[in-house]
């Protein structure tokens, strides 16, 4: 079975954007995007909802093209492109970059996913995460905490239906005050 992660920067006070989708408020470091790189690189399969696709793929196809690109840009670029991806969405006609759009039941195919061979997954997108969160999915959780309350926005986790019980698994500080905190799924 295919271990399943739900990881995203977000803010002190649970938001993964401010209102208007901003996500302005971060604070990147060259160690912080190292690490989201690493964490990158042993995944290999990526599920999005369709905010977050077009979000990363308004960027990243061309990331390692930008002026100014660091060397982990540039890797993060290469391998975003490289690594397989399904877009889940009911609103878009078609995907590219290595990707493909799924439009049936999230959760069914989800659940298809993680139950074959392969290595880790990650879901991103609040609303799609959130329904795999729901549906007891998620094995684990990396939580990176920026020192910022914005006040509204998307939140990192939705409404629950109950508990889920966790274990903390690592902490690690980075510059500008940013935190870790990975947490896996008490099962």
Do not use: C
């Not at 290999?44 to 660091?70: C, H, I, K, V």
Request: hydrophobic fraction near 40%.
């Amino acid at each position: 079975m295919r271990k399943l992660i739900y990881g995203m920067n977000l803010t002190v006070d649970g938001y993964v954007s401010a209102p208007g989708d901003d996500i302005g408020w971060g604070e990147s470091s060259d160690e912080l995007f190292q690490w989201w790189l690493d964490q990158e690189r042993a995944v290999s399969l990526f599920l999005y909802g369709r905010r977050l696709w077009e979000n990363m793929s308004s960027y990243w196809p061309t990331g390692d093209q930008q002026p100014g690109a660091t060397p982990a840009q540039i890797e993060f670029a290469r391998n975003w492109r490289d690594t397989p991806k399904v877009v889940f969405s009911s609103t878009i006609d078609k995907v590219d970059w290595n990707a493909r759009l799924f439009t049936g039941d999230a959760i069914a195919e989800i659940t298809r996913l993680k139950a074959g061979d392969g290595g880790p997954m990650r879901v991103g997108g609040a609303a799609l995460a959130g329904a795999a969160v729901r549906a007891g999915l998620i094995d684990e959780y990396e939580i990176v905490t920026h020192p910022v309350l914005v006040g509204a926005g998307t939140p990192f986790f939705g409404a629950l239906d109950g508990w889920s019980k966790l274990d903390l698994v690592e902490t690690r500080t980075f510059p500008g005050g940013v935190t870790l905190s990975r947490y896996a799924t008490r099962r």
